[in-house]
């Protein structure tokens, strides 16, 4: 079935396997999620596509209970530290308690699915699971 | 003589619904207020800088057509919630400059029933995939990827600091909402003014693990403003205006640097600091001279944060330093002691310049039941997410002397 990543830096390669690519400095080495005109870091104006890490650590989390009308809820929220670039995304794949979601845990990208559109095209988003059941710390 | 500026009159309106006043009334009440506390008149004001967020643009224009319109620059200011202690800071930069001798500064938001502050709701998806924005996202982010609600963002905020440091769980960021809840009750001017028990925090309706409703501000409605005047102009005036004028020793505002992952959770840390260093080598003073402080406890995992970024305490001791007890209005480092944004509310626009009232009713020795005793010297700070951070340290005329 035809898919398309939720976001620019999310690439699915053929196995549905997913990536993360960010917009490295050629300068400093700052990394971006979104286009950039020049680095916020070091102010140069070239930048080069870098795969981003794909197992990290939770750095911080929050589980949302109320958010915007249309959003799901609960869910949990955080930043992941892949090897040195803070990446922002659910934590997916989990129970959205303090009981099985710690700060320090290891997590791992996976995709999520977000829905299909009319012409039958699944939009697929990204999330980090738990790896080893999330008690490493 | 020095450059110095000083506020010559200061007022708030009282914070929570005002059903039956608009923003205009709200400024309005809010500078008459000030300029009556000053001994002065809009004649003698030679600048005005206005923030409202939620409302008309030109605000400053609106609100002189109900206190007078006399011909001077106006500067409609907008820096998130930092609004106030910008609008504050133009005033105070207009007569360093030299353009004139007294200033107005006013902040004014009404937010009552206005739930949650996060994004639009959802849009209606199209019926095929389409590329928006700057990410190329073909859908809404918030909720697939990651939170932009408030209390979530800084809910990981304050989760971050206990990762780096350990011992910032659920009951300690409760706790700091039942000090601050059990200051409002000293405060008529507080949206709200009841004492909640750790329990009934914890137990309170939850919005972003761990902030439940009771550690969030509240939304409601309020202005504050502010009168500031040279020392040249001051030292020209009535005996009892001086004494009751509180000298601005710093003014500081910083926008946050680049930082690793400041473009993915916000930064709240770093511009504070830097502000906070900034503000105590202008002020000529340190953390351990301060009587009190009002700091921009949004949620209370914010709270926590700012008292090592604001050298409250020793680096990476926030935890320790809030459970000796410093915090609390009878501790050493008193904080927040109208109630701060969890009970006195949040009426974003007026927010830092009603800090820095708080501060100087204090070292004016006004502040009633409340009143920190022997108060000399006072330290406001506001986070505008984005960011904008002011850093405002007061000092009594009697200190000064």
Not at chain 1, 64 to 90: L, Q
Not at chain 2, 169 to 195: C, M, V, W
Request: glycine fraction near 12%; aromatic fraction near 6%.
């Amino acid at each position: 079935m035809p898919s398309i990543p939720l976001v620019d830096y999310l690439t699915l390669d053929g196995s549905g396997e997913p990536r993360l690519i960010a917009n490295e400095c050629v300068s400093c080495g700052a990394r971006y999620f979104d286009r950039r005109n020049a680095c916020a870091a070091c102010f140069t104006r070239e930048f080069r596509p870098v795969e981003v890490a794909r197992e990290g650590v939770l750095r911080a989390f929050t589980i949302v209970h109320f958010a915007a009308e249309g959003v799901p809820v609960p869910f949990v929220a955080g930043v992941v530290d892949c090897d040195g670039t803070s990446v922002r995304g659910n934590v997916v794949n989990v129970a959205p308690d303090p009981e099985h979601v710690v700060v320090g845990m290891k997590v791992r990208l996976t995709t999520v699915p977000v829905g299909t559109d009319s012409e039958g095209i699944d939009a697929v988003g990204f999330g980090f699971e738990p790896v080893d059941g999330g008690t490493a710390r | 003589m020095s450059d110095d500026v000083w506020i010559l009159g200061i007022h708030m309106t009282n914070f929570g619904k005002h059903r039956d006043k608009d923003t205009l009334d709200l400024g309005s009440e809010a500078v008459l207020g000030a300029l009556q506390d000053a001994g002065a008149e809009m004649r003698d004001i030679g600048v005005l800088a206005a923030g409202n967020l939620i409302g008309n643009p030109g605000y400053g224009q609106l609100l002189q057509k109900q206190i007078g319109q006399t011909g001077i620059p106006v500067y409609n200011v907008s820096n998130a919630c930092a609004t106030g202690a910008t609008a504050l800071r133009v005033a105070i930069m207009a007569i360093k400059a030299g353009e004139t001798d007294m200033g107005l500064a006013v902040g004014v938001e009404k937010l009552s029933g206005a739930g949650l502050l996060t994004g639009s709701a959802a849009k209606k998806e199209g019926a095929t995939w389409e590329r928006e924005g700057r990410f190329g996202a073909v859908a809404d982010l918030d909720g697939r990827v990651g939170t932009e609600t408030m209390p979530g963002v800084f809910a990981q905020i304050g989760m971050e600091y206990g990762h780096r440091y350990g011992g910032a769980d659920f009951p300690l960021f409760a706790g700091i909402a039942e000090k601050n809840h059990a200051h409002s009750t000293l405060n008529p001017k507080a949206a709200y003014q009841k004492r909640f028990t750790l329990d009934q925090i914890m137990n309170d309706v939850m919005i972003a693990y761990p902030n439940t409703r009771s550690m969030c501000s509240a939304n409601c409605d309020g202005a504050a403003a502010a009168v500031v005047v040279s020392e040249a102009k001051l030292r020209t005036l009535a005996p009892e205006q001086q004494r009751r004028a509180v000298k601005i020793s710093a003014s500081v505002l910083t926008s946050d640097p680049w930082q690793e992952a400041c473009q993915v959770l916000p930064d709240i840390n770093t511009l504070t600091r830097q502000a906070a260093q900034k503000a105590y080598e202008q002020a000529g003073i340190g953390p351990e001279d301060l009587d009190l402080v009002e700091l921009h406890d949004c949620f209370a995992t914010a709270e926590l944060v700012h008292y090592d970024n604001l050298g409250l305490c020793e680096p990476g001791n926030a935890v320790d330093f809030f459970k000796s007890g410093a915090t609390w209005r009878d501790g050493r480092m008193p904080v927040n002691v109208s109630g701060g944004l969890e009970s006195k509310g949040h009426p974003v626009s007026a927010t830092g310049i009603a800090n820095v009232w708080e501060i100087a009713t204090h070292l004016r020795g006004e502040a009633g039941p409340r009143q920190i005793e022997g108060a000399r010297v006072g330290l406001a700070h506001v986070i505008g997410l984005g960011s904008a951070c002011g850093v405002h340290i007061l000092e009594s005329s009697a200190k000064v002397a």
